[in-house]
């Protein structure tokens, strides 16, 4: 079931007499909404939560009684098919959030895009390879279409081998994480309300699941009060609560702190924590994620990190992110 939904598409101007309709087929509350915050609320943090968006009443009622309109939410877009030649699951799919799935984290994938079934069916038949490697091995970026408002973006970001340099033992930073062994996925978020100003306040957000007595909302403790600083936080406490002996993947949707912990530190270990402006900025927490990672890395713990596209149609993201706006508000520790 596709995830869509979601504030009006940037890349679309809705007319002036155009309204959307909010369809909750499975949430907290399942109904037709007009504002998306109030959807919003049904979806975050509910296992399995479907949802999309329509320009119709009658359509948006037909999709939450468990019917599939025979318009789409967007009005103008023909149905598309994505060709999954080689990945987790080959097939075709109409659906970009279960395409995704069968190819983010795979050794080689290779899909593309059709505008029909036939299409699609012949691009498997003619590239499929049942002899490929099940095994996920080193991760590229999803080639996203640049025109496909409705899929969600997916990233796997992982570091190459960092140099012996001043270590006697090879360190990965982040190692590449079976599908077969058991892991926790982990959403991660930082919000900071006016954020870069005077009196600003920051919160972290960790989600490993509904009711999980593990998800963190607290306010980001220190100064300076930053989105970046509560985002590097959150992967932090998520490293606090896990230990150093249970595999995870987290998924965040902060580029910059993925990057500090998995690319960039490595040039600043090189330069003693110095750039040419100064000292590295929050290195007082990305220090003690890149020890972690070394720790878990030591006792053959896997972690994973995964770029996902904030304030879309994600529920653990849109979850992570109330979270930490949450704990933003909350009082500042003693």
Known sequence: MTKAGGPPSKK???????????????????????????????????????????????????????????????????????????????????????????????????YKRFETRAEAEAFVRTYGNNNSNTTPAKFAPLEISDDEDEEEELQVVQAPPAKKAKVTAKIHSVTAT????????VYTDGSALGNGKRGAMAGVGVYFGEGDPRNISERLEGMPQTNQRAELMAILRT???????????????????????????????????????????????????????????????KTQFIWVKGHASDSGNIAADLLAVAGARKAMPA
Not at 178 to 183: G, K, N, T, Y
Request: glycine share 10%; proline share 4%; hydrophobic share 30%.
């Open 12 to 110: 679309r101007k809705m007319g002036a007499d155009e309204t959307k309709y909010y369809a909750v087929r499975a949430g907290y509350k399942p109904g037709v909404y007009m504002d998306w915050k109030l959807c919003q609320q049904q979806i975050s943090g509910f296992k399995g939560a479907q949802f999309k968006s329509f320009l119709s009443r009658e359509d948006a009622s037909a999709f939450v009684a468990g019917r599939d309109p025979p318009s789409r939410g967007d009005g103008d877009k023909p149905e598309r098919f994505y060709g999954v030649a080689i990945g987790r699951t080959p097939g075709v799919y109409t659906d970009w959030s279960k395409a995704s799935e069968a190819i983010v984290g795979w050794k080689g994938p290779k």
């Open 239 to 301: 490293f606090e609560v896990l230990g150093d002996d249970k595999s995870c993947e987290i998924r965040s949707d902060s580029k910059y702190a993925i990057q500090c912990v998995t690319e960039w530190f490595q040039s600043w270990e090189r330069n003693n924590w110095m750039t040419r402006n100064g000292d590295v900025q929050n290195q007082d927490i990305i220090r003690p994620i890149i020890n972690r990672l070394r720790a878990r890395e030591a006792k053959g713990t």
């Open 178 to 185: 079976s599908r077969a062994e058991e892991v926790d996925i």
